[in-house]
Each structure stands twice: as C-alpha cells, then as structure tokens.
C-alpha cells in the first residue's frame, strides 16, 4: 500500500479515537471499561440501529444491555494487546474501508438519472442501420476530420435521395452489417456504447443521425424502426443445420427433413417427442428443445426470427419452418414476460451500469468536477504546460521543474514528479496485463487529476460523512472481536478430546425424540407449489439475481482492470452468500478463434478458486459461439457470463416472495412431533403427500422415520460445540471482567432505552 495513504489511514483511526473520547468527556457515559468510558451517544446510535432492524424488543433488551457490554470488553481487551496494530488487522480494515468508500465516490445523482433513462429506453424497441468509419482512439486531427468528412458526405448524398442502404453495403466498415444495408437490428438497452445507444433513441423512426464519434470510431445511423417494448420471450426449437456455402443437394434434404418435422407438429404430435427425432442442437434435443433463457428483440440477432416470433400469441404455439443463418428452425412460444417493474429492475440497471466504461466516464467526470470544486481544486496552468511539454524528454531526476507544484487540493500539493511518477507506474501495471493503451500527455494528465481528487477524497470520508466514520469503527470493532473470539473461544472448541469430554458429562442434554427427515413446501396456489416443487427437487436451486457479463477484447482471455475488479466483487458476493453457487459461462464472438470462450470461463473459475472459494460452489461452462448478444458491438460478445444459483432452499422461496409475500414456504431437515403444522396432519409413513391446510397447499415428502434415541457424539457433535463455545465464552468474559473492571451506569442505560 502507498505509504502515505497507510500514515493516513492510521491518522483516521487515531482520529477515530481521539473524537469519542472527546464526547464520552462532554456527554453522559453509560459504561466505563478500565481507561476507556462508552457515551451516551455511541450506545444510543447502537440501539437505534438494532431497534429499527427490529432485533431489540422489551423483552431482550436485557439481553441486549449484557451482549453490548461484553462486545465492548473484548474489544478493549484487544486494543489493550495490540490486536488492531498488527499487519493482518491494517489489511483487512483496509480491505473493508475500500469497500465502504465505494459509494461515497460515486455521483449518485447522475448515477440515478443513468438508471431512470435506461429504464425508460427499455419500454421502446429500436431498430438502426449505420455506416461506421473505424478511427484509433488517438487518431491525428488530420485522420479525425477526413473520418468526419467522409460520412457528412455520404448524409449529405442520402438528404438528396441516394438510399442509406446501397451507401451502407459499398462505404461502411462493418463487415457484420454491411452486407445487410447497414442493419443491426433492434438494439438491446446497456449493451451497446452509451453515445451510440443515446444517438438512437434520440433519432426519430425513418431518420438519420448526424455523424459521431465512439471510442470505435464515427458513425451514422438510420433509424428504420421504433415501437413499444413487446416483451421478453422463452423459447424452443428443432433445429436442422445447413451451413450457409451449402450445396442445393444439402438445401433440400435439410428443408425435406424441416418440413417432415413440421407435419408431425401438424398432427398433434407431442413437440418434445418431434425435437427429440428431428433436432440437431445436441444442446436442447433431448429436454424438449427448451433454450434456458428470454430473449427479447435485440438479443435475437436475425431479424426473421423476431417477427415470427413475437407474432406467437399463446403458450406452446409453434412458428412454420424458418430459415435463418444456422439452418432451419421451428420456434416454440413457451412464456412470455412484460418489463419488470423500475424498483425489480434498478438493481440490475446499475450493475450493468457500473460495468459499463462508456457510461461510467460520465459519472466519473461529473463526480470529480463536483469534488475539484468542494475540495478547492487548484490548478498551476504555466506549469502544467511544462510538465506536459517535458513528457516525453529523458530525465535525470533534479530538473527545476520536477518539484513545481501542478495542483493543489485543499493545500494537498501535488507536483510534476508525481504526475510523471503515476504515469509510469500505470504503464507498468498495463505492461503486465498487456492491455498498453495509448494516452497523450494530457490524457495522462487528466487521469492523474481524476486520481488525486479521488485519493483525496476517499481519504477525507471519516471526516466529512460522519456515517462513514460510524462504519469504519464498526467495522473495525467487529474484526478485533472476531479475532479475540478465534483466538480465546473457537480455537480451543474445536478440541475433539475436550469435546468428547464435555458430550459424556452433558450426555443427558444430547437426546432425539421421535422425529421425521422431511421436505414441506406450501404455497397459496396449485400452480406456484408445482412450479416450486419443480425448482426444489435438487440442489442447488436457480436464483434471479444477476451479475453483469465480464468482457474481453477479441481473440483474448487476460483480464482487464475492470474485470479484474469484477471477480473480485464476484468473489466478495461468494464469500458473504456461503450458500451460494455461481455457474462461469465463456462465449466468443463468431469471428473469434474456437477455444477462446472456454479459455476465458477456465482463467475465472481459477481465479475464484485462487481467491479462495471453493471448487465445489462453481460450476463451469461452455456456449462458445452459440450465444452472441450484440450486433453493434462485436466486443459484447467477447464475454464471460455469471449466473447464481443456492444450495439454500430459502433464497428459492425469497425469490417467490418477493413478488407477492407469504406465496411460498420451504423446509427440507428432521421435524419434532407437533413442530410442525402440516406435519401433524399427516401420518408419519415414509412417501410424499399432498394436502390443503388452512387455504394453503401443501406438498411433504417424508424420507426417514426415527425413534426416540440418544444422539451419538457424531450427531451431537454440532450441538456439542456449541454448547461448549459457550461455556468457553462464559469462562473467558468472566477473566476479563476481572483483569478489567466495569462500571455500568444503569439510570443512563435506562435514560436511552426509555
């Protein structure tokens, strides 16, 4: 870690200190511990945080008064020995302060505003045509004007009556749609560059844009068709493959073989049955041809395939055979979904979001405006000129103009010796990636702005958001009790011969009475248990929370920074979701190289399991080329895609419930006599059975019957630990009362409760 920032951090966490004595001297304390006394105000804000969580009610707030108490013991007692000076505490708080500070270094109200107009563009679909003139990021004025020029000309014939398309198959550089006229398709909201995707929504059906510039190069777009959103769809095929340079012999047994399937259809013959003969998608023959995801307009790529298919109308209806680039299809309609609600979709739309760099750099460069202007920002402009004038001369290291100040932020200074040493510790760590990307001098200089605003500021955000500072303490508090109660109890109580010891003087406490292993799900309709017995049947179960797709430039599998920052959050999800699984899916773009897609989903399951989750919790996968996202940017198909899924049957029934409450209810383990309802309804024989209790539907699958019983010490063993931690806990807490008097002042405890 950069040192100063360290000297920093160490600072605030003297300022931390220095800050709640100086209140407990000015307040009320309600608990003083040897040296250290607890005020009024650190216990209130303690209690109102747990009473508005509803984990404090009258009758535990003696409990509550005890657990504080003993939680501020051990945390003296830690700070008495150090704990919170030594390497692996400064890592780890460290590692949460970045963490926390994330939030407080974004714009949140263009963040919003972001998530607001993504999601209004999503209830319109929008079809565009371009011709694009590719241009290098850096390209010379001289370079950039001629691409500029260029397509001004070409608007310039089409306003006079030449067609967008004809232009668009002989000029543009795409090669993907210029053979098409340009056409794209309809576009699928956040997946393409956010200044191509505002051009489009902004230009009305039937016109063009005027030409503009992405970091692809320039573009000018037509848009040929808008209109509501039409929803999302689940479908399944039989597919017979013909390759595009097939011969007239291969076209007609392939349409022969299309049309036999279709008049099977036509008799009433099950579709499953059909796509099991007839299908050639090794990947979906054998489940009935169900492809397991939704597409909407922009994700189906071939335009034929939209029609038709949205021009389905109810469930289980099937398409007549359709052409398209693989071969031939016939589509069936299984489920057709609207667009979710705002508050069910914002967290996804702001994951996406934060994935996107086209989108981010707005709300990066509006944050570090409004933060050069609170932190008093300023600028050197003569001796930026020189530093920027120097850029490219050797150096020995004494020059004059090394120890010029650049900027100041709030008297922070900053010179031109650390401008260039930033500079060059960045090429070094894109060098390793091999991700080098070309940046002018003041390229370099503005991102070294953007860096010290956002350095300065992050290590400011104890002192200017006091709810920050409350965090970080908390924070920092919960890792030394953590490590106090390792060291002191859950060591000592993972000691099998002091377990067996403590399960033989306690055995009378280890017993089973007669008891049921079952699974008991209930819901308020028919349909909905199906759906979920369904769902249940093994684990682990899928889930509906997202992840948004890490991408990679073409042909390879490195890392880039911000997807490296993705799987670390991925990972930081894996480790506090200890249920979890997540599925790591590769997929390549058509014109990519074959292996690529399963090269990348292998570099993320190792880093995962680097990083120290568990192979068992991943589950890897290959679509290489068979799903691509995008038509405007071939990039988006350069992808890893993330999907969750639980071995905890309660996030399935948080995912019922959170679109109508109390819908679903789950419990799979051993069941007392009268523990519960629907159990005590039914005989105890083992089978599933199927009852209505109270208006609810109840589904119960009883697995093993049992007998009243002394538990063996293996089965115990859990309760055993437990109970022994607490005699452990008991044993210790009482030694630190004693090394470390308390006194309590109760009328102030009961002031703040009352």
Known sequence: ?????????????????????????????????????????????????????????????????????????VVYAAERMGKDTTRAFREEIDSYRKELA?????????????????????????????????????????????????????????????SFEQLAKTNSKDTYSAIKGGDLGFLSVLENNYTFETAAYNTPKGEMSIPFRTNKGFHLIKVLDRHSFRGKVKLAHILVSLAPNASSDEATVAKKKI?????????????????????????????????????????????????????????????????????????????????????????????KINADASRNVIIKNNLVKRLQKDNNFQETVSVKQEAIDNFYKDRIGSEDYLSKTLFTINQSVSTVKDF???????QRQLAKLKALDEKTPQDWYDLFVENQNLRFEEANLEVKFPEFRADIQEYREGILQKQ????????????????????????????????????????????????????????????????????????????????????????????????????????????????????RAKKAVNLLINSGVSPMRIIEKDDGKYKPVSKTDRSKNSRIGIRFLSDSMEDVVKRFNAL???????????????????????????????????????????????????????EARGQVTRDYQKQLSDEWLNQLKAKYPLTINESEIQRVLD
């Open 660 to 714: 109508k409450p109390n819908s679903l209810s789950a419990e799979e383990g051993y069941f007392k006599k009268d523990e519960n309802e629907y159990l005590s309804a039914v005989e105890w024989t083992l089978g599933e059975k199927n009852i209505n209790v109270k208006g609810r539907f109840v589904s119960i699958n009883i697995q093993k019957v049992e007998e009243p019983r002394t538990k063996t010490f293996k």
């Open 420 to 426: 260039y040493t930033f500079v060059t510790k960045h």
């Open 102 to 162: 994330n939030p407080y270094l974004v714009d949140k109200q263009v963040l919003e505003k972001l998530i607001q107009e993504s999601y209004e563009r999503m209830r319109e679909e929008v079809r565009v045509a371009q011709i694009f003139i590719p241009l290098v990021k850096n390209a010379s004025p001289a370079d950039t004007m001629a691409a500029y020029n260029e397509l001004r000309a070409l608007r310039a014939r089409i306003t006079k009556g030449e």
């Open 259 to 351: 049309d036999e399937a279709y008049e099977y259809l036509k008799r009433n013959e099950p579709f499953e049955g059909v796509c099991r003969a007839f299908s050639e998608d090794p990947r979906t023959k054998d489940n009935g041809g169900v492809m397991n995801r939704f597409w909407d307009a922009g994700t189906l790529i071939d335009q034929k395939i939209v029609e038709t298919v949205f021009a389905l109308k109810e469930k289980n209806d099937y398409t007549l055979p359709i052409q398209t680039s693989l071969g031939w299809h016939i589509f069936r309609l299984i489920e057709k979904k609207s667009l979710p609600k705002y508050d069910e979709m914002a967290p996804f739309i702001r994951q």
């Open 484 to 599: 106090m109660l390792n060291d002191n109890v859950f060591e000592k109580s993972l000691d099998s011969l002091a377990q067996v010891k403590f399960y033989n003087q306690h055995i009378d406490q280890y017993q089973y009475t007669h008891r049921v292993l079952a699974k008991v799900i209930t819901s308020d309709r028919k349909e909905t248990l199906e759906q979920a017995k369904t769902l249940l049947a093994k684990a682990p179960y899928p889930m509906n929370r997202r992840f948004p797709d890490i991408y990679f430039e073409k042909d390879k599998s490195a890392f880039s920074a911000d997807a490296q920052k993705m799987l670390y959050d991925l990972n930081i999800i894996l480790l506090k979701n200890r249920d979890y699984v997540v599925e790591v899916t590769g997929n390549s773009d058509p014109e990519e190289q074959e292996s690529i897609s399963a090269e």
């Open 1 to 73: 870690m950069n040192k100063s920032l360290t000297r920093i951090y160490r600072l605030i966490a003297l300022l931390l200190i220095t800050v709640a004595t100086a209140e407990a001297q000015n307040e009320n304390y309600v608990l003083k511990i040897g040296n250290r006394t607890i005020n009024s105000k650190e216990f209130a804000q303690t209690y109102q945080k747990l009473l508005q969580s509803d984990s404090i009610r009258k009758d535990n707030q003696k409990e509550f008064i005890n657990n504080y108490i003993n939680y501020k013991l």
